[in-house]
Each structure stands twice: as C-alpha cells, then as structure tokens.
C-alpha cells in the first residue's frame, strides 16, 4: 500500500486521471471513500479507496447538468481499494494492477473490438 | 532530425497553422469597413494567445497535462462539465465552418458542386487523421499553408500609407459606426483566441512527449512562430484595406478575401492563396476534430493520442471520427460557412476564461511547476489577460446581437 502522512484530497486525489500498471489512461477519480482510523486518543480519517465510473456523478454537489450526464451514462461504478494505489504521481495516480483485473477501461475495450476490424487500426 | 530542423520545422508549422476561417472572415470585413484603424487589435490578441499558449505548453512540458485535465481537476466535475459542453459546441461549429471553408476553396478551383466536394472533404480528412502520425497531420497541412506569406507581399506591393498603417496601431474610436467598430474588434480578438487552437496545442504537446529540454521550443513556437503570424494576420488586413474600403466592397464570400492579392499580384497571387487557404483551413479542419476528441477523452479519463494505433485509444478514435461526422453533416444542411465562422468565433470567446483560468492557476502553482512556476511578469500578463478576455467574452454576445452579426 502507498503510504501518504497527509493528503490534499481535492488537489491529489478527486478528479485525477488514473492509470494501470501497463501506464494504460483507464478513468478518472470520481469520488473517495474515506473510512475512519481507530487510534482512540486522536481518530483519524483514512482513505480506504478511490472510486471510479458515471455512477458517482449524480452524488455530491455537482449541478443538474451532472445529475443529466450521469442518467445518460449509466450507472457503473468501480470500487478501487487503495492497496491497489502504486504512487500519486504528478499527472496521475498510477494503480498497481492492469485495467481489465480491476474492472476499468470497460468502454475502451468495448469500442476496440470495433475498431480491430479496421485497416491500419 | 536534428534539433534545430525541429524547431525550425515547429516555428514554420505555427506560422503555417495560425490563420484560418475566422481570422480570414474578420480580418478581410473589418479591413474593408474600417482601414486600418482595427489594426491594434492583432498585437493585442496574439499577445493575450501568446501568453495562454506559452503557459498551456509549459505546464503540459512540466507536468504532463493537457487543458482539459487541468480544467477537470480545477473546476470540478460540474462547472468543468458545463465548460466541455460549451467548448465541445464551439469547436463542433467551428469544425462544420472549416469543413465549409475547404469545400469554397476546392469549389474555386475545381468548380464542381459544393454538396459533393463537402461530402468529399469530410471523407478525404477521415482518411488522412487515420492514416497520418500526428506530427505528419501538422506538416502536411501548415507548411503549404505558408502560400498564404503572399499576402504579405501583396501588402507590400500595393503600397500603403505607412504612417495610415502605424495609426492603425493606436485605438481609434471615431473610425465609423463605434458598435460595429467593437463587434469586429472582439471578432479579431477572438478569432486569435479561438479556444480549440489551445486544446489543440498543449495537447500536441503531451503527444510529443514534451518534457522540461521542450520547454525552449514552446517559447520558441511561441514568439516566432505566433508573432510571425502576426504579421500574416496584419497583412490580411492591410490587403483588405487597402483593396476593398475604397471600392466599399465587403467580403461577404470567403474568394473574395483571396482576391485582394489578385490585384496587385495576378493570377498567380490568387493561386498561392487558394493553395495556402485550402491547407490552412484544412489543418483547422483536422485540429478541431482532433481538440473535441482530446477535450471529452481528457476529462473522462479515456485512453487518447494519435500517437497511439487507432484501436489503441478506441473511444478517442470514434469521438474525433463523430466530431467529423457531425461537422459535415452540419454544413450539409446548406449553412453559410463565413456566417457560421462568425458565429462560433464569437460566441467561442465566451468558453475561453473557464478554459484559461485552470491554466493560468496550475501555472501559478509551485507544487506543479517546481521552478518553471509562472514569474512576476507571466502572471501579470497571464491575469491582465484573464481579465481582457472576461471583458471580451461577457461584450461578445450583446455586440452580436446590437450589430446583427456586424450587419449594422
């Protein structure tokens, strides 16, 4: 697991392009699950795992046209535990496993099947 | 390739790149309405492009991150949305324009049926993104774009009143009709501020692999490349001026823009410039689809780059391949592409500041930029600009309205 003391959740976290383990752009970080440490003189909050996909979009704060794209967009959500986090990287949040074994790039492996067909693709 | 052929490569394709439809369509009317008094505006505009650029480049050659990561990660998934829907349209009108502007062109000099060569310019670009690398789809387009330096020898050849042309440098409020006069000072502005030209290049940047060794080149493109544009851009005018105010002709049609170097230049003046007009605008064509395709894959997180096979960044290949799509069909139903360009050029300049602003912040930002962090001066000139370009985009849609699309 990727040990971070202290994290910025809106400027490190939230809304950071991820990538897998073959550097492969798989998603974004669309919300973060936030457990609680039990350390009884001083609790504190943990990050338990990111969470990826349109059906976070409608949660939270983020106006009707959000609300819209997400109806649109279906509801998919990936669960991505933060033992799976590699590194917080400067463009990035690097995972430490492929894609398709944490269920992410969906769409894009859809869409190449697709694509294969074509010459030259 | 060496790396001075590089740079000189990359300056030539800025210049080559810098003019299209829009620039063509406001520079050509406000010269013909105005003289030269509008002429001040082309060193403001390019200043203001000059100083987004400069920073988009830095920041995607320091941190690896194009705008429209950056507008996600600054604005938030809800007012970033609003901003790709916004910047998505604009760039889907501005494409259909340019898609139009290529088949005028090969019309000129073909003079077959615009229906047909529009269908055929959809299909042909289709093609050449497929087939094209990147840096290929910028050479093969902005370099004959060059033909279009004619204007500044037809600038030249018809000898102008310099002393006229330099006051043209000095803003003059009293040229004639002051709400036209605005209207084509914010299409000037923005036709230098059209929001894809940005997306297009901090996104090439992260396809060029640009690292900290790039960031001589960006400035390099930059100030020689976009200012050497500018003297493209104040040719146009001049030419105009110079050919159209005294005949009070408007250059309502995209051929007549061209045929301000045929007077003082001939046939073969003309030539050159339908060749540069049809790859400038062509390269427009290719770098718009490819901006809407960067921008929806840079927020949601897809896989992007024409450096990558095209089944290699699949959802980015079909969201280019629908940009083109849809830009086609769009001019298919019979729009005027010179009144569509207007139209998206003005109404582009009010997406640029929700687009400029997540630049000119993580530019600001030392934990992303380390030492290339913006200094004094760049971030002086960086909010000055935020500020003009606010000005500009909140005038845009009034003016277009009050002066009926500069009708008067």
């Not at chain 2, 100083?51 to 690896?64: D, K, L």
């Not at chain 2, 500018?230 to 159209?244: E, P, Y």
């Not at chain 2, 045929?262 to 689809?289: C, K, R, S, W």
Request: charged content about 15%.
């Amino acid at each position: 697991m990727a040990r971070y003391e202290q994290i910025d959740l809106g400027l490190m976290l939230m809304d950071r392009q991820l990538l897998d383990a073959t550097e492969r752009r798989c998603g974004k970080v669309d919300d973060v699950e936030i457990g609680a440490e039990d350390r009884r003189s001083s609790p504190q909050a943990r990050v338990d795992a990111l969470v990826s996909g349109p059906g976070t979009w409608s949660s939270g704060n983020r106006g009707p046209l959000a609300w819209l794209f997400a109806r649109i967009a279906g509801s998919g959500v990936v669960r991505i535990p933060w033992d799976d986090v590699e590194e917080i990287e400067h463009a990035a949040i690097k995972l430490r496993r492929g894609a398709p074994e944490l269920g992410l790039g969906k769409g894009d492996d859809r869409a190449a099947q697709w694509l294969r067909r074509a010459p030259r693709s | 390739m060496s790396k001075a052929l590089g740079a000189l490569l990359g300056v030539l394709t800025a210049i080559g790149g810098f003019i299209e439809i829009g620039d063509l369509v406001f520079l050509g009317q406000a010269g013909a309405q105005f003289g030269y008094a509008l002429l001040w505006a082309i060193p403001l505009g390019i200043l203001g492009i000059g100083v987004f650029a400069e920073m988009s480049g830095r920041v995607a050659a320091t941190s690896g991150r194009p705008v429209f990561d950056l507008v996600r990660e600054r604005l938030g998934f809800g007012v970033g949305l609003i901003t790709l829907i916004a910047g998505q349209a604009m760039t889907l009108l501005t494409l259909a324009a340019e898609i139009g502007g290529v088949a005028i062109v090969l019309q000129l000099l073909f003079d077959l049926p615009n229906q047909l060569l529009i269908l055929g310019a959809g299909v042909a670009f289709l093609v050449l993104i497929w087939v094209l690398p990147f840096e290929w789809i910028e050479r093969v387009f902005s370099l004959p774009g060059l033909c279009l330096l004619v204007f500044v020898v037809a600038a030249i050849d018809l000898d102008p009143d310099w002393t006229a042309v330099g006051n043209g440098f000095v803003p003059n409020w009293d040229a004639g009709d002051p709400m036209l006069y605005a209207y084509y000072f914010v299409g000037i502005v923005a036709a230098t501020f059209m929001p894809y030209e940005i997306y297009f290049y901090s996104s090439g940047g992260v396809e060029e692999g640009w690292s900290r060794p790039h960031l001589r080149l960006n400035r390099l493109t930059v100030v020689f490349g976009w200012g050497l544009g500018a003297v493209l851009a104040t040719a146009i005018l001049i030419t105009a001026a110079q050919v159209f105010e005294p005949r009070g002709i408007e250059p309502e049609l995209l051929g007549t823009v061209a045929l301000g170097t045929q007077i003082p230049l001939g046939e073969a003046g003309l030539l050159l410039v339908l060749i540069g007009m049809l790859f400038a605008i062509g390269g427009a064509t290719a770098e718009t689809a490819l901006s809407g395709a960067y921008n929806i894959a840079q927020f949601l997180g897809w896989e992007w780059g024409k450096y990558k096979r095209p089944s290699g960044a699949p959802r980015f290949t079909f969201a280019w391949m629908a940009m083109l799509a849809a830009g086609t069909l769009i001019i298919l139903t019979g729009l005027d592409p010179v009144q569509l360009t207007e139209f998206a050029v003005v109404l582009g300049v009010v997406a640029v500041p929700f687009s400029y602003l997540p630049v000119l912040l993580a530019a600001g930002d030392p934990t992303y930029m380390g030492d290339q962090t913006n200094g004094q001066l760049q971030n002086t000139l960086g909010w000055f600009y935020f500020a003009f370009i606010s000005l500009v985009a909140v005038a845009a849609i009034p003016l277009l309205i009050v002066t009926n699309m500069g009708q008067g």
